[in-house]
């Protein structure tokens, strides 16, 4: 069982930057594969990012290629998205994810145990 909590989120004019945090709990953290994914008003939660330990592949979708970058800190439980050259498009609900390891890329909401209950980001033109 992981249990997840995000901050991070907030306002920001398009091209600023955000940190997005996830603190995990659960003694087997450093086993599942993280990721980050999104939702936008009216649209379907779309994978953003993974993490997988402890080869430490990272994944991302094309739209936030070069933008985005996850990070993971098993010591502390913790998973981070750095998001730089924000759009508008961008807006989202972002959540956290944790997956239970098995082979693949994972970036299917379903591919996914656990979630966290997300985090607002904000992005003005």
């Known amino acids: 069982q992981v249990h997840m909590v995000e901050s991070g989120g907030g306002w920001v004019q398009a091209g600023g930057s955000l940190r997005l945090s996830c603190a995990a709990s659960?003694?087997?953290?450093?086993?599942?594969?993280m990721g980050w994914f999104r939702q936008a008003p009216g649209k379907e939660r779309e994978f953003v990012a993974a993490f997988r330990w402890p080869t430490g592949s990272t994944y991302y979708a094309d739209s936030v290629q070069g933008r985005f970058t996850i990070s993971r800190d098993n010591a502390e439980n913790m998973v981070y998205l750095q998001m730089n050259s924000l759009k508008p498009e961008d807006t989202a609900v972002y959540y956290c994810?944790?997956?239970?390891?098995?082979?693949?890329?994972?970036?299917?909401?379903?591919?996914?145990?656990?979630w966290g209950q997300g985090t607002q980001v904000t992005v003005s033109s």
């Open positions: 994810s944790a997956a239970q390891p098995r082979r693949g890329i994972l970036i299917r909401p379903s591919d996914y145990d656990y």
């Open positions: 659960g003694r087997t953290f450093g086993v599942y594969i």
